[in-house]
């Protein structure tokens, strides 16, 4: 039990890994599997290279940091709400397969500066603010609603901590991106979900499609789909 969330689950998102989550409320999905492997190249046509330091804008459980920290990064993870920092930082001392390669610090995103990093990760909010029914759950409805920042201003800050951004996010936002002095290099759609993961870039330059293989990606994270 959490004063902050109420009950809370135990899960292990892989070998090595147990990260805390509220019964009710905001819980991670396939997404966030998508977008680990997305920015390793897990699956990937071509070789992508490692990023050694890793920075993930809104960071939440720390279920993103803690499994890129397990596949050897080294990862900071900024996230705006205390709550949310101190379950992360809970979960990362049941964590062996991560522990001390990761860094939960409260910050709010908008704030920038003072990160540098080899790719930034982030899955933020994705819907307008009145776009939808809002949750009686604050943070399920921060975690939905675009209260604290934009795509394009997450986007826009991970470029200036690392020359590749890594961010998922619904096909409406990914057309729609505001891109200054940037491009999408790679590109890729999670199955029927209307969610698609890219990689942005800086200077010009072209996207390259791909397909998402998530069998590799679950292989590869040791994680068995229906065990959370």
Request: positive net charge; charged residues 20%; contains cysteine.
């Amino acid at each position: 039990m959490s004063a902050a969330f109420g009950p809370l689950s135990l899960e292990s998102p892989a070998p090595g890994l147990a990260v805390y989550q509220p019964r009710r409320g905001y819980r991670w999905g396939v997404e966030v599997y998508a977008l680990v492997g997305f920015a390793l190249g897990i699956g990937a046509p071509a070789p992508v290279a490692f990023p050694p330091r890793v920075l993930e804008l809104g960071a939440g459980s720390g279920i993103v940091s803690l499994l890129l920290a397990s596949r050897g990064c080294r990862v900071r993870g900024w996230e705006r709400d205390a709550e949310w920092v101190a379950l992360a930082r809970r979960s990362l001392r049941r964590s062996p397969a991560a522990r001390g390669r990761v860094r939960f610090s409260v910050r709010d995103v908008r704030v920038g500066g003072g990160a540098a990093a080899d790719v930034v990760v982030t899955n933020p909010p994705w819907f307008d603010p009145g776009a939808g029914p809002s949750s009686p759950d604050p943070r399920k409805a921060s975690a939905r609603t675009m209260l604290h920042g934009t795509v394009d201003e997450f986007v826009a800050i991970g470029l200036a901590a690392a020359p590749r951004v890594c961010v998922v996010t619904r096909v409406e936002r990914l057309a729609g991106l505001r891109l200054d002095n940037a491009h999408v290099a790679r590109r890729a759609w999670l199955p029927g979900a209307g969610v698609g993961v890219v990689e942005v870039r800086r200077g010009a330059g072209q996207a390259v499609e791909e397909a998402l293989d998530l069998p590799t990606i679950y292989a590869q994270l040791r994680y068995q789909p229906g065990t959370m």
